[in-house]
């Protein structure tokens, strides 16, 4: 390959001699014999252009190397960059013609071939533009082949006549090799794809198969329309309708894991968005314990040992101290105090064992365990057995921000190294492992009936902390399960109202009111109050549509007290406001919003509640 004179990126394939070399980096006997079939049926219409329309290692550059080798002269063949940067401003400019065409001036053979490889992907008028250029180059006698993926195949619709060749003839299992299989599989991951949609490819490697309802039972967002459109673009995943037709299962089996880790985890890293190193990694274990979890619910114990090992060189690779402080290394050992860490050998760390026991088994079999329900919202409260328990080891807010980060987190799982991220990250790593290890010290003799009891909730697995969610629930779940009544649940309006009416009850002030939280509890806290707000504003929705404007005024007006940052809580408040006939206080409500949203945001209020102003100014309510 070379570049022409003048700084030009388009790239030229002239020597034959490159092309052989190219193609025989595929020494697989029977693929060779499969893209021989290929190149021999394209360009059979000399009047249409070809398209190899395929994932990114699939061998798709390599069948339109075996073509031009096949039934071309090395000086007719002109080959462009199509992810370079000039190629789009060449196709916006209308210049690529007239390279073309100095480039053949002269030329003896009238046939000429034009290749367009890795073709990214265009705006509408760039790809309008390169198609004008490939029906003009087509009119001249030319023929034009594209190489592109599925996602940047942005000349479909204005090229609908063309030939096309799919990654599905290409993957075909009955000739393309497993390796060249795996590593298509392994090169979508670092495809140029939304990071929704390579998260849900990674995620179904890792599982062999999965739908958007599975991945969010076990802490990840996926929607339901993402299996379909992953299938579409890339062959080597099957999609079928799941078995109540309501969605879609994505699968894709045989792939092995090790080689795809690397991806997996950079994948997980730029999901989460953070700049701390520390901080990715232990959400990253976080994530990938969760997933071997499942897979060992669902009964794929090699599958779930081979990411536990992955999981374990990622803690081994962290430097790690004993301390005399810490609780004790065994899940289900006894609460002694002053019990000695012993960090776990090379080879003898078996993180996420004990977490699948306790899912397998259901209830422990301990007969002095007794249930624990922790309060989050406004102060922190323990009930054990529904009897209040004071304890003086609760008094440090790092003991209180653990457990709260504890009882929050997925399957009520921290990792160690993320929990001291977020709490101590001015700290080197070994004051901070001491530091967690003493804040779990007093959590636990917190959490423990007395200082001798054999009832332990906190647990522990290798540097993964956990407490046992068939003894300790908490009112945050409650409030969930409420929120799910009002906005999702198929019940009774006066049964909404209710389960509104106790979401606000129990909500206070906030988790932890009134203590400083650290970043991941801040988001929590968050998420809680916007619920809160949501599930008022629903409730508020449901009454007007039942006629009671009594009860959408009263919720309408507890959502206002205690948030007066959301433009739709103003907009509600105003409705139902003019619906009461309460005139001057809904034209007092939209400049109370318009001047917050000036103050705060510097603009001005939506087209919705502007209409709903001048419907009221206008007597139109």
């Known amino acids: 390959m070379r570049q022409n004179k003048g700084g030009s990126l388009f790239v030229e394939t002239i020597a034959s001699a490159n092309t052989k070399k190219l193609i025989c980096e595929t020494n697989y006997q029977l693929f060779d014999k499969h893209l021989d ?15 190899i329309r395929a994932p ?62 890795n073709l990214a992907f265009l705006e509408d008028h760039q790809a309008q533009c390169l198609s004008d250029d490939i029906d003009g180059l087509i009119e001249d006698g030319w ?42 599989a392994a090169r979508f991951l670092t495809d140029e794809l939304p990071l929704e949609m390579r998260l849900f490819a990674m995620l179904v ?32 995943f099957t999609c079928e309708k799941s078995a109540d037709g ?32 520390e901080q ?15 897979l060992l619910k669902r ?7 081979e990411l536990l090992a992955c999981l374990e060189a990622m803690f081994d690779s962290a430097p790690s101290q004993p301390d005399s402080t810490a609780i004790e290394p065994t899940p289900w050992s006894a609460g002694q105090s002053g019990g000695a860490l012993i960090e776990p050998h090379e080879g003898e760390l078996q993180l996420g064992h004990a977490i699948v026991e306790s899912l397998k088994s259901g209830k422990r079999e301990r007969p002095d365990a007794q249930s624990l329900f922790v309060r989050l919202f406004g102060r922190l409260e323990i009930y054990r057995d529904m009897v209040r328990v004071e304890h ?40 901070g492992v001491r530091n967690f290890h003493v804040a779990c010290s007093r959590l636990k003799l917190a959490l423990a009936p007395n200082r001798d009891s054999g009832s332990g909730y906190l647990l522990r697995t290798g540097t993964l902390y956990h407490l046992d969610s068939s003894l300790v629930t908490t009112d945050v779940d409650l409030f969930e399960k409420l929120a799910h009544t009002v906005l999702f649940g198929d019940t009774k309006h006066n049964e909404c109202f209710d389960a509104a009416y106790e979401m606000e009850r129990l909500h206070c002030d906030g988790i932890l009111a009134g203590d400083k939280l650290p970043g991941a509890l801040e988001h929590h806290r968050q998420r809680q109050h916007d619920l809160l707000i949501d599930a008022l504003l629903a409730a508020a929705r449901i009454a007007d549509e039942l006629g009671d404007l009594t009860t959408s005024l009263w919720f309408t007006r507890r959502a206002y007290d205690r948030d007066h940052s959301r433009e739709d809580v103003y907009r509600a408040l105003m409705d139902a406001q003019i619906k009461s006939g309460q005139r001057t206080s809904a034209i007092e409500t939209y400049f109370a919003c318009k001047s917050f949203l000036s103050e705060t945001l510097g603009i001005l209020p939506s087209v919705r509640t502007t209409a709903l102003y001048q419907d009221l100014l206008l007597d139109r309510g």
């Not at 006549?161 to 075909?172: A, S």
């Not at 990715?280 to 499942?294: F, K, M, P």
């Not at 009964?299 to 040992?305: D, I, L």
């Open 392 to 431: 003086g080891y609760l008094s440090g807010s790092r003991v209180r921000s653990l457990l709260a980060l504890l009882l929050l987190s997925p399957h009520k799982c921290v990792v160690r190294d993320m929990a001291i991220q977020q709490f101590w990250p001015e700290m080197d790593h070994e004051r």
């Open 205 to 236: 490697m890792v599982l062999a198969e999965a739908d958007g309802e599975e991945l969010r039972a076990i802490g990840f967002e996926a929607r339901d329309d993402l299996p379909a459109i992953i299938a579409d673009l890339n062959p080597l």
């Open 280 to 294: 990715v990694r232990g959400l990253v274990i976080e994530d990938l314990t969760r997933l071997s979890v499942h």
């Open 56 to 117: 990114r290692s699939s061998g798709r550059t390599t069948l339109a190397l075996r073509y031009v080798q096949r039934h071309w002269a090395s000086d007719d063949v002109h080959w462009l960059d199509g992810k370079a940067a000039s190629f789009a401003q060449g196709v916006e400019a209308g210049t690529i013609r007239h390279f073309l065409a100095k480039r053949v001036t002269g030329s003896s053979s009238k046939n000429q071939l034009l290749i367009i490889d």
């Open 246 to 277: 309501q969605g879609c299962r994505l699968s894709l089996k045989g792939m092995p894991l090790k080689p795809i880790v690397e991806e997996i985890k950079a994948v997980l890293s730029e999901y989460h968005g953070h700049s701390d190193f």
């Open 37 to 51: 079939a290929l190149a021999a049926k394209i360009l059979m219409d000399p009047g249409v252009p070809c398209f």
């Open 143 to 184: 023929r034009v082949l594209v190489v592109t993926t599925p996602l940047n195949d942005c000349l479909e619709r204005l090229q609908s006549d063309r030939q096309l060749v799919k990654g599905t003839e290409l993957l075909d299992p009955g000739h393309c090799p497993l390796e060249l299989r795996e590593n298509c």
């Open 299 to 305: 009964g794929q114990h090699a599958r779930s040992h």
